[in-house]
């Protein structure tokens, strides 16, 4: 088929990739000056992929795309011709002393939401409760982390190097033509109008995120990053600490960057970050692993989160038409489960 794409974003870039595999002829159409300028939220992310820990703000469908993705991202990853780091050694929740209350209602609700699901798919739900990790055991997993007092393990979370994975994709899809600088202005079934000519597909993927306006009802919600660099620090896993206000994570990223988020603030200012973000996310970092204390500030960004009024991903499909929008904090998690349900239902 001749396919054309609005986005060349996580999904577009996925989706790119996957179709031209299949042998489709495709045209991907973004704004982005080029294939390495950073306008998506796909390259901002941390990229952590934790079905368990995102049950917090998301539903049991979020959940099940998470753990299918799961299994799908390493058969991506292995047919793309750059290696990309990703690995699936857990993830580890964790809270200061004085917190602790704060933290065990977090833990009860994922043990809740965990439960609903394994009363539908015992088997996808069985492995992945969160396991109280005492002082010893979190020594031996993480020797870096010190100041918190209590721990859990979330068995089989993982994180992504989502720079190099939206690199490499867009390198891998071979005889995709992409039509950089280009404004998608209408997305529609069999048609995309973009910089004031029609364009004529079989069919048509609308995943311009935040760009999707006015025809969904999409809208930015705000995300900062800051990368920190520490030579002598090992993090082997993600870590989320469990603050009654916000919500912290380190994810360490090679060669030897540690990735601190990210605010959530509603709101589509792409500024730079605030003096409040930068003071709370890398406090309450240094506050998890003191030695971070000498790492180098090597960079900062904000980016939106493209998500929907009820913060869920939606995929809809027409003849000639797909819509995947919503994807909110969770679009590493969850995309090549969306992507390849939307493969499944344009062939039907
Ligand atoms: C700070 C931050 C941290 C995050 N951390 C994580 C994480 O740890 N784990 C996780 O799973 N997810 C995370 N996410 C979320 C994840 O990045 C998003 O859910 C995901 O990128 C959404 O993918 P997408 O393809 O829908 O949108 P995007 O990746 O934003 O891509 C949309 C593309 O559409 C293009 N576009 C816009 N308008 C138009 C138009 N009119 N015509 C054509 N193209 C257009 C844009 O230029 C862009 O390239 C994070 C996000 C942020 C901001």
Redesign the pocket.
């Known amino acids: 088929m001749n396919i054309g794409i ?7 870039r996925l989706l790119a990739f996957q179709l031209a595999r299949a042998g489709h002829r495709v045209h991907a ?4 000056a080029h294939a390495e300028a950073r ?12 079905p368990v820990a ?1 049950l917090e703000c998301a539903d049991e469908n979020v959940f099940a795309l998470g753990l299918r993705s799961m299994e799908l991202w390493p058969e991506v990853l292995a047919q793309l011709e750059v290696p990309v780091e990703c690995s699936f050694d857990g993830s580890l929740l964790l809270a200061h002393r004085g917190d602790e209350g704060a933290a065990r209602r977090v833990v009860e609700l994922l043990e809740a939401k965990i439960g609903e699901v394994h009363l539908r798919s015992p088997a996808a739900a069985a492995p992945r409760h969160p396991t109280p990790v005492d002082r010893i055991e979190l020594r031996e997993l993480e020797p870096a982390v010190s100041g918190p007092a209590h721990a859990w393990l979330l068995p089989g979370e993982g994180r992504i190097h ?1 720079m190099q994975a939206m690199q490499a994709l867009a390198a891998s899809a071979h005889g995709v033509q992409w039509h950089w600088g ?4 209408s997305a529609d079934a069999g048609v995309l109008r ?1 910089g004031g000519t029609e364009h004529r597909f079989d069919w048509v993927f609308d ?6 306006r006015p025809q969904l009802p999409v809208r930015g919600v ?4 800051f990368w920190l660099q520490a030579p002598g620090v090992t993090l082997r896993r993600p870590l989320r600490l469990l603050h009654p206000r916000y919500r912290v ?1 380190l ?1 360490p990223r090679a060669p030897d960057l540690v990735v601190v ?3 959530e603030i509603e709101s589509e200012d792409r500024s730079p970050v605030s003096l409040r973000s930068t003071v709370e996310l890398l406090a309450a970092a240094h506050s998890v692993v003191p030695e971070l204390a000498e790492a180098r500030v090597v960079h900062s ?6 998500a929907l009024p009820d913060n869920l991903p939606r995929l809809s499909t027409q003849d000639g038409l797909t819509r ?2 919503g ?9 090549p489960a969306l992507v390849e349900q939307a493969l499944q239902e344009m062939r039907t």
């Open positions: 609005a986005g060349a974003g996580l999904l577009g159409f973004d704004p982005a306008g998506a939220a796909g390259w901002t992310a941390a990229g952590m992929l934790s995102e989502t280009t404004t998608v202005e973009a995943v311009r995120g935040t760009g999707a705000r995300g900062e990053i994570y994810v988020g990210a605010s960004e904000s980016n939106l989160r493209p995947i929008n994807l909110f904090r969770h679009g590493w998690l969850i995309a």
